[in-house]
């Protein structure tokens, strides 16, 4: 996983904070997942055509929108590399482990929302003909995206299931991407 030096990946809470003091549409957790599906629909996206789904308006003479696209740039140079990190570097933008579980769960079910549409907003049709198992996966993650947290009083297994579920989203994600843009990662095409 590498960041540019000019624009790190964020830190969710930072972005969250930011994206919230700019009144955006999209919570950091569905911004990602926009920006997730939109690649993995349609491979190269541009920043502007994202960062339009995340504001509405985005009106750059607002700092506090301003201050929130130099965090979304940093996202969207590390989301770019990590999609097609030969390692699997991939990780869905979502609060860290000593977030309340409640509240990760509730992200991850954001992010799955965001990815569903992404999908959409990056062109991908329903009558496009997909293989089963990527059909699956974006059923799934429809599913994942109206799940909530019912605590069933063990919390050890309530963490295993949402681990569980989140690297089946992760994963879910690369394979999708594998299959929509079979190409070389942008970087190895340049000459």
């Not at 909530?148 to 989203?169: K, L, P």
């Amino acid at each position: 996983m590498t960041d540019t030096p000019q624009h790190p990946r964020p830190d969710y809470q930072d972005l969250a904070t930011a994206l919230d003091a700019a009144d955006a549409e999209l919570t950091a957790a569905e911004s990602h997942g926009v920006l997730c599906g939109m690649s993995c629909a349609r491979g190269k996206v541009p920043l502007s055509e994202w960062l339009e789904q995340v504001f509405e308006p985005l009106d750059l003479d607002n700092s506090f929108i301003r201050e929130a696209c130099q965090l979304l740039t940093g996202l969207y140079e590390n989301t770019r590399t990590q999609l097609y990190d030969p390692d699997i570097g991939f990780e869905p933008l979502l609060p860290d482990d000593n977030t309340p579980l409640e509240y990760r769960t509730e992200a991850l079910a954001q992010w799955c929302q965001g990815f569903t549409y992404g999908l959409a907003a990056g062109g991908l049709s329903r009558d496009r003909e997909l293989p089963a198992d990527t059909r699956e996966l974006i059923e799934d993650m429809v599913q994942i995206a109206r799940a909530g947290h019912q605590a069933d009083g063990e919390e050890e297994h309530d963490e295993d299931a949402y681990i569980q579920v989140y690297e089946y989203v992760r994963m879910g994600v690369l394979l999708i991407n594998e299959e929509l843009q079979p190409m070389e990662p942008p970087e190895a095409t340049r000459h």
